[in-house]
């Protein structure tokens, strides 16, 4: 039985899409800081935004790798192997491509965070640290088991840009998170050729014509 083509995106084509995707979402987590400004924003939306945008951006690529683990499809049928197989490998790779295109971006960025845009991160760490500081206090006295209060220079800190030496770890992050998505895309791609067991049956009326 000769290989028969399939209609759909293939995994390459889908992993890099959305990949690219996911990448945008670095770009954004990274530099969103130029969109704000911190003397006419309010305490509490500073805050939230400087604190929710990191867990976001994790839940995008994510759901993202998700995404494309969903609509892979094995774009030829291989005499002899199972369909389901073929959607478990194919759904794998195409979540591995999401989170490894977005990685690679995400170094870039820390990159450019450590040397090109060094200043202006930290001149926002600068004007953003008294207002986050301000509101978090402001939380914390509301609370009947307060933590320690916050305080500027540890704000500051936290605010501040990578060093060049946080690239190692970067992609490290980058390499983990390829294999733990490519993983959880086989995971999916194993569920969805649950559903397909009837594709791995040949039909004689196919292969007649």
Partial sequence: MKDKPRSGPGPLRVGLFYGFLAGAVSVFSHFFFFLLDPETMT?????AITNFIPLASIAAYIFLGILAAVRARPT????????????LRDAALAAALVALVAGLINIVSTGLQATVFADDIRNFATE??????????EVRADLSDPPPPANIEQMERILQPPALSDLGQTIGN????????????????????LGHRKSETPNPDEDEN
């Fill in 43 to 47: 305490d509490w939306v500073l805050a």
């Fill in 76 to 87: 030829y049928l291989d005499s002899g192997v199972p369909y389901r197989s073929l959607l």
């Fill in 128 to 137: 953003a640290a008294p207002k986050i500081v301000s509101y978090v206090n």
């Fill in 174 to 193: 980058t390499a983990i998170g390829t294999m733990l998505l490519g993983a959880l895309g086989g995971v999916i791609g194993g569920l969805r050729g």
